[in-house]
C-alpha cells in the first residue's frame, strides 16, 4: 500500500464515548489534519457531552445509524469497553475496514 496524503483534513468519526475516549481524543484535539464529523454513542448524554468537544461533529446512536448517514468518513476510531471487543468487528461489516500495521490517533479507514 502507497501512501497518498489527502490534501484536506482526514474526516474521522469516534465509535464508544466513553473512558477510553479521553485518552484518544487527545490525538484530535487542535489537530488541522484531521476533522472530527462524527460521535457514535447508544447513551444520549454521552453524545450531548461529548458534542461540546467538537461542535460541528453529527451523533448516532449505533454505527449502523453513521454508515446508513451518507455523511463522508475517512477514519473510524472504534473505542468500545472490553466486553464489547467482539462488536468491534460491526465496522467492517459497514463498509470500515482496518488498516495494516498500528496507527496511535486513527485505527480504521473506510474504503
Given at each position: 500500500?502507497?501512501?497518498?496524503?489527502?490534501?484536506?483534513?482526514?474526516?474521522?468519526?469516534?465509535?464508544?464515548?466513553?473512558?477510553?475516549?479521553?485518552?484518544?481524543?487527545?490525538?484530535?484535539?487542535?489537530?488541522?489534519?484531521?476533522?472530527?464529523?462524527?460521535?457514535?454513542?447508544?447513551?444520549?448524554?454521552?453524545?450531548?457531552?461529548?458534542?461540546?468537544?467538537?461542535?460541528?461533529?453529527?451523533?448516532?446512536?449505533?454505527?449502523?445509524?453513521?454508515?446508513?448517514?451518507?455523511?463522508?468518513?475517512?477514519?473510524?476510531?472504534?473505542?468500545?469497553?472490553?466486553?464489547?471487543?467482539g462488536d468491534g468487528a460491526r465496522?467492517?461489516?459497514?463498509?470500515?475496514?482496518?488498516?495494516?500495521?498500528?496507527?496511535?490517533?486513527i485505527r480504521l479507514l473506510h474504503?
Amino acid at each position: 500500500m502507497t501512501f497518498v496524503p489527502y490534501d484536506r483534513p482526514v474526516k474521522a468519526a469516534f465509535i464508544g464515548l466513553g473512558r477510553i475516549y479521553d485518552l484518544n481524543v487527545r490525538a484530535y484535539a487542535g489537530n488541522p489534519d484531521v476533522e472530527v464529523v462524527a460521535l457514535v454513542d447508544p447513551s444520549e448524554e454521552r453524545r450531548a457531552q461529548r458534542q461540546a468537544d467538537w461542535p460541528t461533529a453529527r451523533t448516532f446512536a449505533s454505527a449502523a445509524a453513521l454508515a446508513s448517514s451518507g455523511i463522508q468518513v475517512d477514519a473510524v476510531e472504534v473505542l468500545l469497553p472490553a466486553p464489547l471487543h467482539g462488536d468491534g468487528a460491526r465496522p467492517r461489516r459497514l463498509g470500515y475496514h482496518p488498516r495494516d500495521g498500528h496507527v496511535p490517533a486513527i485505527r480504521l479507514l473506510h474504503q
